[in-house]
Structures are given as structure tokens and as C-alpha cells.
């Protein structure tokens, strides 16, 4: 009979890209679910009626990002403008509503105006085509941490000298069947430049790490350790870089994956005094830690805020933004 041997997972990559701007459209706390939030006719003028809504909430953001950052993505030809957008839920009403129509009617009721975006990457693709985005186009939609993942490879791609400025985040709208997580709208975006430029007045570093924990693996002791040694890793690649004091929050359903990550993360909090991690309950999609990254000023006078989130299916994600000229040294993660 086969064994099963546990081997140590590649080393980390860490993808580093300097924020110089970012906007969130997301409902207002307290909104009901079923509240109407978002005028797009307000925000984003006609044309724009027959967009499916995450789409909207992506243009409302992209505008209000690039605004922030001084029209940066206007300094560049565009060749060298990008696109990156992690969702895992941007069309799936859409879906539902095209599945319904094509049963009790037939695929002829379809409307030619909404049945395009049955194809998720045309959410992003119509990002580019408002903002001339010419360099290249991604989506991503990994569970949970598609959005995390869309920031880590625009920095890539803005590494590998593929463009000059990148918009990337997270679009998503409510999934039909969320099961037991929390449904998500709105879109949060970054306007990124490449690593090792100036930060401007209210901009950021951000870094990132990728790592995938196999759930299989976790059942045994080997398999743990060496899960947990991932985690570590990428936690030591990212903290290295950011001036204290730390804000961490953990994103993760309950799982034998997010139980694992949070362990690890409290370990390496408690070389970092006082200790106090924060964890949240699991999303039904990505949007959630790209919100986490952009919808407050990082900590006071300088400091680093860690968002980590995980996934039962074993994605894993960490993002650190931090500000430039750290102050004096002390903790509070």
C-alpha cells in the first residue's frame, strides 16, 4: 500500500508594490441585505444601466482610487497600465438568474445585454476598456483569498516590468447561496506602483505572500508541522519588513486550515508584547481583506497592519502595508 510522505512546501515569494492610492464602495454599516445602497446613475452617469452590480461597484472604486492617487494611472502610456481583480462571487446572481431563464423559458429569452458577463472576466475587462488599461488583464478567483491574491500578482507583474501602475482589488455582490458564511458587496481597489519608489502623502508599502496548506496533510503530525512551518515563514518574510506597532487580523472559517493558521499566528505574536490577534468569521468571498488593507488610515505616526486570511479548501493568503519611517519600537498585535 502507497505511503502518504509529507514534504515541505517552496519557498515563500514575497511580491512588494507601493500603494499610492485606494477607494472602497461598500455598503454603509448597518445596511439590511436587502437595502438599496449604490446609485449607479449618481456615481457613475449613464451607461452603465445593464452592468451586473459588482461591475458597477468595481467603476465607482476604480474613479474614486485614481482620484486619490492623482490620476497616477494618467502618467503612463497605456501599455503599461494594468488590471488585476480577485472575486468569487461577481456574477453568480447572474448565473443563478441565466440558469432560471434558460429552464422555464429557453436560452432565446436571454438577454444579449446581460448574457456577456456570464464570462466573470469581463468584470475586469470592462474596468480596462473605461481606464485604457492596455498592459494586461487578470482575474482571479480563487476561494477567499482571490482578492489578496490579485495584490500580490499585480506586484509581480509590476516587478517583472510587464507595467508602470496597476489597479487592483476585489468586486463581489451577493452569491444566491452563500451557505453559512457572510455574503459580501462592494469593491475595494489599489492603485499600485512598482516596488522601491517615493510613497506618497497617505500612500503605503505593501507586501505579500501566497501559500497553499493541503487539508489532507493536517490530519497527521508531520503534515502539521510542516503547514505550520509554511505559515512561519511567511509570517517572518512579511514582519521582517514592517516597523511595529503591528495591527493583526486573521480572516478564516472554521477549519482544520484556519484553526492551523491561527495557531501559528499566535505563537508569532507572542514574541511581539502584548498579544492580542484578531480573528473574524469567514466571508463568502475575497472582498473582506482588501477592505481590511484600505478602509482606514494605517496606525498613527507610522506601524504595520497584517491581514491574513485562510480558506477550509487551503489557500492562504497575507498581505502587510505599512508606512514609511518607522517609529520607536513597540508591539501591539
Not at 445585454?113 to 476598456?129: D, K
Not at 473582506?288 to 494605517?298: I, M, T, Y
Not at 497592519?305 to 514609511?324: D, F, Q
Amino acid at each position: 500500500m502507497a505511503t502518504r510522505t509529507a514534504t515541505a512546501a517552496p519557498r515563500a515569494v514575497v511580491a512588494e508594490s507601493v500603494v499610492h492610492g485606494a477607494a472602497l464602495v461598500v455598503p454603509p454599516d448597518g445596511t439590511a441585505p436587502d437595502a438599496p445602497w449604490f446609485d449607479h446613475r449618481a456615481r457613475l452617469g449613464r451607461g452603465h444601466k445593464y452592468l451586473p452590480p459588482a461591475c458597477r461597484y468595481l467603476l465607482a472604486a476604480a474613479r474614486t482610487a485614481l482620484e486619490a492617487s492623482g490620476q497616477e494611472a494618467g502618467r503612463h502610456a497605456p501599455e503599461l497600465r494594468g488590471a488585476v481583480v480577485g472575486t468569487n462571487s461577481a456574477v453568480a446572481a447572474l448565473h443563478a438568474g441565466i440558469a432560471e431563464t434558460v429552464r422555464r423559458e429557453g436560452a432565446e429569452a436571454l438577454s444579449p445585454m446581460s448574457v456577456p458577463y456570464f464570462s466573470v472576466n469581463l468584470v475586469a475587462g470592462r474596468l480596462s476598456t473605461e481606464h485604457v488599461l492596455k498592459g494586461f488583464n487578470l482575474t482571479v478567483t480563487s476561494p477567499r483569498v482571490a482578492g489578496v491574491e490579485a495584490l500580490h500578482l499585480a506586484a509581480r507583474e509590476l516587478a517583472a516590468g510587464r507595467g508602470a501602475v496597476v489597479l487592483a482589488g476585489a468586486a463581489e455582490a451577493p452569491d444566491p447561496r452563500p451557505g453559512d458564511a457572510e455574503p459580501e458587496a462592494g469593491a475595494a481597489l489599489l492603485v499600485l506602483r512598482p516596488a522601491g519608489g517615493p510613497v506618497p502623502a497617505g500612500g503605503a508599502v505593501l507586501r505579500t505572500v501566497l501559500r497553499f496548506l493541503p487539508p489532507p496533510a493536517l490530519s497527521d503530525a508531520d503534515g502539521r508541522r510542516l503547514a505550520e512551518d509554511s505559515v512561519r515563514e511567511a509570517l517572518d518574510a512579511l514582519g521582517a519588513s514592517g516597523p511595529a506597532p503591528y495591527e493583526v487580523e486573521l480572516l478564516a472559517d472554521p477549519s482544520p486550515v484556519g484553526d492551523t493558521v491561527a495557531r501559528v499566528l499566535r505563537a508569532w505574536c507572542a514574541g511581539r508584547v502584548p498579544v492580542s490577534a484578531r480573528r473574524s468569521g469567514a466571508r463568502a468571498g475575497s472582498l473582506a481583506p482588501v477592505v481590511r488593507l484600505a478602509d482606514r488610515p494605517l496606525p498613527a505616526g507610522g506601524g504595520t497592519r497584517l491581514v491574513v486570511v485562510a480558506s477550509r479548501a487551503g489557500n492562504v493568503a497575507l498581505a502587510a502595508a505599512h508606512t514609511p519611517n518607522p517609529p520607536t519600537e513597540r508591539y501591539t498585535c
